[in-house]
């Protein structure tokens, strides 16, 4: 079948080595995240190709849509969702060699290909006094491509936002083998922006190729302090107050790992002109002190700040070597959900509930940036993984009832896609769908993912 292929694409790249097609199958979603039933669905691609340039990915795209063949874009394989898994015969398209990199430092702006590392960006950039702002615990092997496709998140969010607000303009390629081309403007008022569709989609209208980002200015001064608080209920009102009162943090991590009634973690970064990040962090200690915090040392502060990419160099370390499951053992999983800040105690209180309820174990609960986004890690032994979904799914329903969103960055993929209806409501998801349709109507761009 793939005869075709080459002859469609003479120059492509295409691996069928069975261990290179097994490898890129996966994402980092595994069945002890609650999910056996994701087991048996988890398939094997029947190709990787990998190509160089952009025409060679739409000349594969198009032979791919009338061999009916569905086409996987694959960045890093770090999402958490199943997105960039290959639930039937696939050729997954492996953009690692779609990795230029320029910089255009008087503009801000950052032209990538979609294969590039956040590392690599981070470290072109660098050399120009300027940085990313979007870092994920994910820096070093999530992609350009990947983090538009999920619409990420990280840890200098509260400054620079969530992906989409630094997307300028992509390159694409649509399912039927076309090329998007968008244009970068600061501010544009030219009805909707096709960009706009592909960010946070997980491939399925369109593969990015190529992305231009808007960066910020390396800070003169950072500032980085650690507080310890009486209650993860003091450390919210802290973050609401700073919010409120202006005070202007690029990093606000709070986390608490047992049960109420419990001591929390508040880690706060401050970046800025020489004064100004000082300025903020002493705003922020005031309120700190009224809410009963305590601050930590230095050392200890500045210890989670540098280790915040640790967990992630593990997790890549073990896939690379193919060590197995890195959190084998037990049953594990999360929930990163936004709910409006009037009902964060509520939902708080039904996931306390639930974990009680099931005698899992909370390993952490925590907010990050804003205090309307709330995060739960939990575990339980091996034979809990319909507890752990049975909580899971609680705390996500109770975020979505309660006015909220089931997940704040990390997309939908296969994991989440039975609770999409409920999302965005019927009206909603039929949208999604038709657009979806008149983009793709075989259905060839990652089939199976979203509720799509
Ligand atoms: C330990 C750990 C920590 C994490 N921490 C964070 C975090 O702090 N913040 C955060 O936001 N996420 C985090 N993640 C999740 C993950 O790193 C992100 O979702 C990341 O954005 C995925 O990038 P990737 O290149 O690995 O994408 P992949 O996993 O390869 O793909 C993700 C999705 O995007 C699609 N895709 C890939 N490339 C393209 C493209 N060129 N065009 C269109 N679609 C494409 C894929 O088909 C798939 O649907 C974490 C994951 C792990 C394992």
Known sequence: MLEGLHAACPTLAVDTDPAACEAASLDALRPLRGRPDFGPVAGRALAVIVPAHVGELSAAVRWAAAAGLPVVARGGGSGLMGAAAVLRPALVADLRCLNTIAVDAESCLVRAGAGATLARVEEALAAHGLMLGHDPWTIGVATVGGVIGTNGLGYL?????????QVRALEAV???GRVLRTRASPARSV?????????????TLGIVTEATLVVLPRPEERIVRGYRMP?????VTVAARCRRAGVRA??????????PPAPAFLLLVFDGLLGEAALHAGRAADLVRVAGGEATSANEAEERWSGRHAIAERWAASRDARAGDWLAGGQFDYAHVGVPLAALEGVRAAAHAL????????????????????????????DAAAAVRDTIDGILRAAQDAGGTMEYCH??????????????????????????????????????????
């Open 355 to 382: 974990i009680r309820h099931h005698g899992l174990r909370l390993i952490e609960e925590g907010l990050w940036h804003w205090p309307e986004l709330y995060s739960v890690a939990l575990s339980g032994p091996a």
């Open 174 to 176: 649509l399912a039927d």
């Open 250 to 259: 690029s990093c606000l991590e709070l986390s608490a790992d047992e049960l």
């Open 411 to 452: 997309g939908v993929g296969w994991k989440l896609a039975h609770l999409m209806e409920r999302e965005h409501g019927a009206v909603g998801l039929d949208v999604l769908r038709r657009v979806r349709a008149a983009l793709d109507p075989a259905g060839v761009l990652n089939p199976g993912k979203g509720g799509l």
């Open 231 to 235: 209650s993860f209920t003091a450390g």
């Open 157 to 165: 969010g509260a400054r620079a936002g969530s992906v989409v607000a």
């Open 191 to 203: 009805g909707l922006d096709p960009a706009r569709l592909l960010i946070g989609t997980e491939g």
